[in-house]
């Protein structure tokens, strides 16, 4: 025997409610899969409304897709793109720096970290400036070593010389205070 009625669909992955539509079932076609008869709870503000199939019954899950938290392990933020619960490990909140460490409340920043990166920035520029003046240097070297130098190349090399030294002797551990010597024209 042939029989319409309304019938209620809902995804094949979540089991969300799509919405109503006609069915029929006759003797050799029963309902179609992710189809029910049983009619809809109400939908209710930050939830979706999904059919548990075990159970033959619609329920509430929690929907904070497209919500942008963050992860109080690495301060990365994360968008939600599944149904259910907030993981504990999320927060609204937003880290203010790369150095912020979550206490289990809030973000803190890790001042041992922050200078600690400063420096070892710093200690990179030192590097960076020692390397550029040694490349200046070496070939004023050479010509001072086979006494070809010009009283100018001599006069650049003192000065190059003396700024390198300079460089070298800087105390990184004062930054961000660092008192760069001033590069030779």
């Known amino acids: 025997m042939f029989r319409l009625f309304k ?23 029963d309902i ?12 209710k503000e930050g939830f979706a409304v999904v059919f548990n199939e075990q159970n033959q019954e619609w329920e509430y899950q929690e929907d904070h897709r497209g919500l ?3 992860d109080t392990k690495s301060g990365q933020s994360v968008t939600l793109e599944k149904l259910g619960k907030v993981p504990a ?7 203010e720096s790369e150095f912020d460490v979550w206490d289990g409340e809030k973000w803190v ?18 590097q960076q400036k020692l390397y550029e003046a040694t490349k200046i240097i070496t070939p004023l070297q050479d010509a ?4 070809m130098a ?3 190349e001599k006069t650049q090399l003192r000065n ?11 105390d990184i551990s004062t930054a961000p205070d660092i008192d760069w010597p001033i590069k030779p024209e």
């Open 7 to 29: 019938a209620y669909t809902y995804t094949s992955d979540t089991h969300e409610l799509l919405g109503p539509c006609d069915a029929y079932t006759d003797e050799t076609h």
């Open 144 to 147: 001072v070593y086979l006494d």
């Open 68 to 70: 942008v938290l963050f």
């Open 32 to 43: 179609l899969p992710f189809h029910t008869e049983k009619k809809p709870i109400d939908k």
């Open 160 to 170: 190059w010389t003396l700024y390198r030294l300079n460089l070298h002797r800087k």
């Open 109 to 126: 920043k890790d001042v041992e970290a922050e200078t600690l990166a400063k420096r070892q920035q710093l200690e990179g520029l030192k």
């Open 89 to 95: 490990y999320l927060t609204p909140l937003a880290p």
């Open 150 to 152: 010009t009283e100018e």
